[in-house]
């Protein structure tokens, strides 16, 4: 079985008048899914652009795959690619086999939260200022300039699951 294509798929969605669309932020297939997704920012580019009104976001962005700085880039671009519909939704991870799949450590759920707790803290300060200075246990973070910054960056949403 072939992925649908993204862009098309979103149209459709918006004409039948949804309020949002998101693509999940997966490398391989989880949760029974019949095959991988695609790259989640690709992916949500392409939505972005066969759409005006629909809102975007990824369902959610895997904070233990990814460097929050990393993810706070995609988010500053996909919010100026969608004319300000994007929502930056990030998620604390969760599926540990795909994680150990890509050779990286799933960690002991207190530590999770803890690395969860500050790429929060990091992607919100760059979202808002497209800089951010932080030394914490996870995370130490020196950008000074991350760009397009919006006068209206994207919402922060956050997601995070377990004991």
Request: charged share 20%; proline share 8%; aromatic share 8%.
């Amino acid at each position: 079985m072939t992925p649908l294509r993204p862009g098309p798929w979103a149209a459709a969605r918006e004409a039948e008048g949804w309020f949002g669309v998101s693509a999940p932020d997966h490398i391989s297939a989880v949760m029974g899914a019949p095959v991988p997704w695609n790259h989640v920012f690709v992916t949500l580019a392409e939505m972005a652009c066969a759409t005006r009104r629909v809102h975007l976001h990824a369902a959610f962005g895997n904070n233990l795959a990814r460097s929050p700085v990393e993810f706070a880039q995609a988010a500053l671009a996909l919010q100026d690619l969608s004319g300000g519909r994007y929502e930056a939704a990030l998620g604390a991870g969760w599926a540990r086999d795909e994680v150990e799949g890509m050779g990286l450590t799933f960690p002991d759920d207190r530590t999770r939260a803890r690395q969860f707790k500050e790429a929060l803290q990091v992607v919100r300060d760059l979202l808002r200022d497209g800089a951010c200075q932080f030394d914490g246990e996870h995370y130490r973070i020196n950008i000074r300039g991350l760009s397009p910054l919006s006068d209206s960056p994207p919402p922060l949403v956050a997601a995070v699951a377990g004991p």
